[in-house]
């Protein structure tokens, strides 16, 4: 069956550290794949997304992903996180509609 | 462009009560999503229209919900009766393409059936 899976439910990390966010997925061949990011009581805003080409995608808010074909990955990162980007993080993918993965709640430290 | 925008922002009604959530896309986006967010099972598709047209609606829970889309500018999703398991943050969402360019959400509708 198609999926996505995030394994990391919540992760805390201190303001200025580096980011890794993990996502896996699980289609038959691969499908364009997204990230998205939702502050409380917000909808979703589109980070990045990644179709063909270049496997490093940037995205807004100085974040980057890596599309890891071998290990039918795409994780997410950023190298020195802002208080404010904590929030919750989606990874999506799909090919004529996107399933979500079940999301990794951010928490930053000052 | 304002967005799509979703109505109402918040509804809390009684069980057994209609509910119906309206969505207005981005002009010119040809595919329209409705998703249901929960705790317990995250961002659940429940449908999707392209060209006004409902494509895949396997992800509708049962007959008490239904979703029309009457023209390019509008879509509803109904629920009825309601039920307090149906309590769900419900979103819209529409894009360009049915995936190319990623989706633009609305900021969602917090149901509350109590």
């Known amino acids: 069956a198609q999926s996505v899976t995030q394994p990391d439910i919540h992760i805390t990390v201190s303001e200025g550290a580096s980011l890794e966010l993990r996502c896996n997925y699980s289609?038959?061949?691969?499908?364009?794949l997204f990230w998205y990011v939702q502050s409380p009581g917000q909808g979703l805003q589109l980070l990045l997304k990644y179709f063909s080409g270049d496997t490093l995608v940037q995205g807004i808010k100085g974040f980057e992903a890596e599309f890891k074909r071998s290990q039918s990955s795409f994780n997410l990162r950023k190298p020195s996180v802002h208080w404010s980007d904590a929030a919750e993080y989606f990874c999506a993918g799909g090919y004529n509609k996107l399933i979500f993965g079940a999301g990794t709640r951010l928490a930053v430290h000052p | 462009d304002a967005g799509v925008i979703q109505s109402p922002r918040h509804e809390v009604t009684e069980m057994g009560q209609e509910v119906t959530l309206r969505c207005k896309p981005i002009s010119g986006h040809n595919s329209l999503f409705w998703y249901r967010q929960t705790m317990m099972r995250g961002l659940e598709l429940l449908i999707y229209?392209?060209?006004?047209?409902?494509?895949?609606d396997s992800g509708m829970p049962e007959d008490r919900f239904s979703a029309k889309m009457p023209n390019a500018s509008f879509s509803t999703l109904k629920i009825q009766p309601s039920e307090p398991r149906d309590s769900a943050v419900y979103f819209c969402?529409?894009?360009?393409?049915?995936?190319?360019?990623?989706?633009?959400f609305g900021s969602g509708t917090r149901l509350t059936v109590v």
């Open positions: 969402a529409s894009s360009l393409e049915v995936v190319d360019y990623g989706y633009t």
């Open positions: 229209f392209n060209n006004n047209v409902p494509i895949d």
């Open positions: 289609y038959g061949a691969t499908p364009y």
